[in-house]
C-alpha cells in the first residue's frame, strides 16, 4: 500500500510561503495484513495464528477479511452460556471495533470488515492439583 504523504509549507525570504507537495510511504501488504491479524485476534480474544486476513486495497479505501474461529463457552459451564453475549450481535460489535481501530491504524478508510466465522473454539477445562 502506498500512502501519500501531506504538503509541508516553508517560509520564503520576503514573508511568502511555499508549499511542498509529493512524496509517498510505501508499507509491504504483509505489514498491513500481520497488524490487522493481531487487532483481530485482540478483538476477537484469541490467539493471533488462529486468525486469516486479506487486505484489499485501492488508492483510498480499504477492505478487511477477516476469518477466525469464535469463542463460545464450554458446554457445562451453564452460568457462562447464560452470561454470554448471542454470537451475531458479538460478531456485529467486533466489525465495528475492528473497523474504528484499523482506520486509525491503517491512516486511511476501511471501507469494510468482513468477519468470516470458521468454527468455535471453548476455553480448556484447567485441572485443580
Same mark, same amino acid.
Given at each position: 500500500? !502506498?500512502?501519500?504523504?501531506?504538503?509541508?509549507?516553508?517560509?520564503?525570504?520576503?514573508?511568502?510561503?511555499?508549499?511542498h507537495?509529493?512524496?509517498?510511504v510505501?508499507?509491504?501488504?504483509?505489514v498491513f &495484513?500481520?497488524?490487522?491479524e %493481531?487487532?483481530?485476534?485482540?478483538?476477537?480474544g484469541?490467539?493471533?495464528?488462529?486468525?486469516s486476513?486479506?487486505?484489499?486495497?485501492? &488508492?483510498? !479505501?480499504?477492505v478487511?477479511?477477516? %476469518?477466525?474461529?469464535?469463542?463460545?463457552?464450554?458446554?457445562?459451564d !451453564?452460568?457462562?452460556?447464560?452470561?454470554?453475549?448471542?454470537v451475531?450481535?458479538?460478531?456485529r460489535g467486533? %466489525?465495528?471495533?475492528?473497523?474504528?481501530?484499523?482506520?486509525?491504524?491503517?491512516? &486511511?478508510?476501511?471501507?469494510?470488515?468482513?468477519? !468470516?466465522?470458521?468454527?468455535?473454539?471453548?476455553?480448556?477445562k484447567?485441572?485443580? &492439583?
Open positions: 500500500m !502506498t500512502s501519500a504523504l501531506p504538503g509541508v509549507a516553508t517560509a520564503t525570504p520576503g514573508g511568502g510561503v511555499t508549499v507537495t509529493g512524496g509517498r510505501d508499507v509491504a501488504d504483509r &495484513r500481520k497488524a490487522a %493481531q487487532a483481530a485476534a485482540e478483538a476477537i484469541i490467539d493471533r495464528s488462529d486468525v486476513v486479506d487486505i484489499a486495497a485501492s &488508492r483510498d !479505501t480499504v478487511v477479511r477477516v %476469518q477466525a474461529p469464535f469463542p463460545v463457552p464450554r458446554l457445562d !451453564t452460568e457462562a452460556i447464560r452470561a454470554a453475549t448471542p451475531l450481535e458479538a460478531a467486533i %466489525q465495528n471495533d475492528l473497523h474504528d481501530r484499523l482506520t486509525r491504524l491503517f491512516g &486511511r478508510e476501511v471501507s469494510r470488515v468482513d468477519l !468470516t466465522i470458521a468454527g468455535a473454539t471453548a476455553p480448556k484447567r485441572r485443580v &492439583r
